[in-house]
């Protein structure tokens, strides 16, 4: 392994990252679902839980409750190795990426937890003026249906941990 190489715009040290075989390729090609809404202006409009329902039927392992005081919705991935849950992570980045929007994600071991809501949205007022807030939005929508449609991806290749069904 080659020594580190200081970047001169900081004082951080880029160290090479050798390849590793044992992490699986990327399964960053899927396709949207067809129910993905368009991405929304910033800021957006708070969603109501009458809006969000209708996505709740083709999000089925999405739940809505509450992350530090706010309205959000969540997620946990079973995955049958390590790599596998690492490997989701870093595709999901490609998602995130892509639309600005960054939801809170946490690996414990062959689990991978997803709560998003949005920071900066809105509330109409009853006189029309918009009322900052935090919650559920277009953007929290558009990354669970795309984070569902990455998890297919793995299930497809067997690459998830089958639980038990709820008898």
């Known amino acids: 392994m080659s020594a580190p190489t200081p970047d001169p715009t900081t004082s951080i040290l880029k160290l ?3 390849s590793n075989p044992d992490l699986p390729e990327s399964q960053a090609t899927f396709s949207d679902p067809p129910n993905l809404p368009p991405k929304p202006a910033r800021p ?3 969603l109501e839980t ?4 209708p996505y709740l039927a083709s999000l089925q ?3 809505l409750g509450d992350v530090t005081g706010h309205t959000a919705l969540a997620r946990d991935y079973k995955f049958a190795k390590f790599k596998y849950a690492v490997q989701f992570f870093n595709d999901l980045v490609g998602i995130i990426n892509a639309d600005n929007h960054h939801p809170v994600v946490t690996i414990n071991f062959r689990d991978v937890s997803v709560r998003t809501y949005t920071h900066v949205a809105y509330k109409l007022a009853q006189d029309g003026s918009k ?3 935090q919650g559920v939005t277009g953007f929290d ?4 249906l795309r984070t569902e449609a990455l998890y297919d991806a793995y ?8 639980l038990p069904s709820k008898a």
Not at 50 to 53: L, R, V
Not at 155 to 162: D, E, F, I, Q
């Open 155 to 162: 299930v497809a290749r067997g690459w998830h941990k089958v």
């Open 16 to 18: 090479p990252i050798p």
């Open 61 to 63: 392992n999405w739940t």
């Open 131 to 133: 009322l900052s807030g």
């Open 44 to 46: 957006s409009p708070l």
């Open 50 to 53: 009458p809006d969000i329902q």
């Open 141 to 144: 929508i558009r990354l669970a």
